[in-house]
């Protein structure tokens, strides 16, 4: 978990390095527990419990990357199969969010956007079975659906930071990125706008940085 948490915390190079690291860590944990115990890739999610829902979506992001390149073995499928069974029950749950902030767990946009790109990456590449396949992309849909209609602030049309809140936070500049919604939508140009002017946003973005 030490891994993950920082990975999480940090930006750029960095943290592109250690999500691999993070991830690779688990796969390889994933593929051994199945190996050792009958139903042991499951006990091993289990006891993922506390990952936040943004490390799922980077896992099936960085899956997806390695399919359309020819990278994945064939064992990847079976790994995300679980993750993303575990995910079902999860999405809809509140947590802590990239930045673990103070006041409890809450519905974090970002965290539901990653919990989105984990399905949205996985019905787009799983070819193999069109079932799976339509059951996938409807709960991205069901995602992607919860995000706009509870994540947008009803009087400014931008993003905010969790559900009920009128604060926004950098985390959201990567919706767009991951391809949520394209950089011209109206709701993408008045979260960047609004991250622009809160100086709330810009004291934790430099402190952190």
């Known amino acids: 978990m030490k891994v993950i948490d920082l990975a999480t915390h940090t930006s750029g190079l960095t943290y592109g390095f250690m999500m691999r690291t993070a991830v690779d860590a688990a796969y390889r944990r994933l593929k051994v527990a199945d190996r050792q115990t009958p139903g042991g890739l499951h006990a091993m999610v289990e006891q993922l419990a506390q990952v936040p829902l943004d490390f799922f979506g980077e896992i099936m992001d960085m899956f997806g990357a390695s399919r359309r390149h020819g990278l994945a073995d064939g064992d990847s499928w079976h790994v995300q199969k679980v993750l993303l069974d575990c995910l079902e029950s999860r999405w809809d749950e509140p947590g802590e969010g990239i930045w673990e902030i103070r006041g409890g767990p809450q519905h974090f946009v970002h965290s539901k956007v990653m919990a989105w790109v984990a399905y949205d990456r996985a019905w787009r590449t799983a070819h193999h079975n069109e079932r799976q396949k339509r059951h996938w992309k409807k709960i991205a849909d069901d995602i ?48 960047v706008e609004e991250i622009e002017r809160s100086p709330k946003v810009q004291e934790v973005y430099t402190t952190r940085v």
């Open 144 to 191: 992607h659906a919860d995000i706009c209609g509870k994540g947008v602030d009803a009087q400014g049309g931008f993003f905010v930071q969790h559900y009920g809140s009128e604060c926004v936070d950098a985390s959201l500049l990567q919706l767009p990125l991951v391809g949520f919604l394209p950089p011209d939508d109206q709701r993408i140009v008045k979260t």
